[in-house]
């Protein structure tokens, strides 16, 4: 298995996407609640830009007149003919067991990182020094 680097964790905010090029592959990450989910930009309907298409949760119905929502925006809607696919599993909908596009695993690297100031020789002036932090994650894509 391969590990592509594919963006900055800050390349992309809560509730959106970027789509990549990886191998050849079209694949589009989401940001979903602080998770990162990525599956094949490729519906098995037709071959449309599935991750193009809109977001949405679950809504679920224990009988007349009670509904729940939930899995906010872990759901979503090829744009060419509205076939739905989970961005966790990849499986579809309405066939889970046979439809699916292909899911990929999202791995976070990367922590704070703190740079200290130099030491240098006390003169007769000294100026007030603050240790610098860079935080930035990076977000690979194992095909």
């Given at each position: 298995m391969a590990r592509h680097l594919v963006a900055a964790a800050d390349e992309i905010p809560l509730g959106t996407r970027k789509i990549v090029e990886v191998e050849g592959r079209s694949i589009g990450i989401f940001n979903v609640g602080g998770e990162y989910l990525a599956v094949r930009n490729t519906c098995p309907h037709q071959g449309g830009p599935v991750c193009l298409g809109e977001q949405f949760g679950v809504l679920d119905s224990s009988g007349p007149g009670e509904?729940?929502?939930?899995?906010?925006?872990?759901?979503?809607?090829?744009?060419?003919?509205?076939?739905?696919?989970?961005?966790?599993?990849?499986?579809?909908?309405?066939?889970?067991?046979?439809?699916?596009?292909?899911?990929?695993?999202?791995?976070?690297?990367?922590?704070?990182?703190?740079?200290?100031?130099?030491?240098?020789?006390?003169?007769?002036?000294?100026?007030?020094?603050?240790?610098?932090?860079?935080?930035?994650?990076?977000?690979?894509?194992?095909?």
């Amino acid at each position: 298995m391969a590990r592509h680097l594919v963006a900055a964790a800050d390349e992309i905010p809560l509730g959106t996407r970027k789509i990549v090029e990886v191998e050849g592959r079209s694949i589009g990450i989401f940001n979903v609640g602080g998770e990162y989910l990525a599956v094949r930009n490729t519906c098995p309907h037709q071959g449309g830009p599935v991750c193009l298409g809109e977001q949405f949760g679950v809504l679920d119905s224990s009988g007349p007149g009670e509904y729940s929502y939930s899995r906010k925006d872990e759901m979503i809607r090829c744009p060419w003919h509205g076939w739905e696919f989970d961005l966790r599993t990849g499986q579809s909908w309405f066939d889970p067991a046979r439809t699916r596009v292909r899911s990929y695993e999202v791995v976070v690297e990367g922590s704070p990182t703190r740079v200290a100031p130099t030491e240098r020789t006390p003169g007769p002036y000294t100026a007030e020094t603050y240790a610098v932090t860079e935080e930035r994650r990076l977000l690979y894509v194992e095909l």
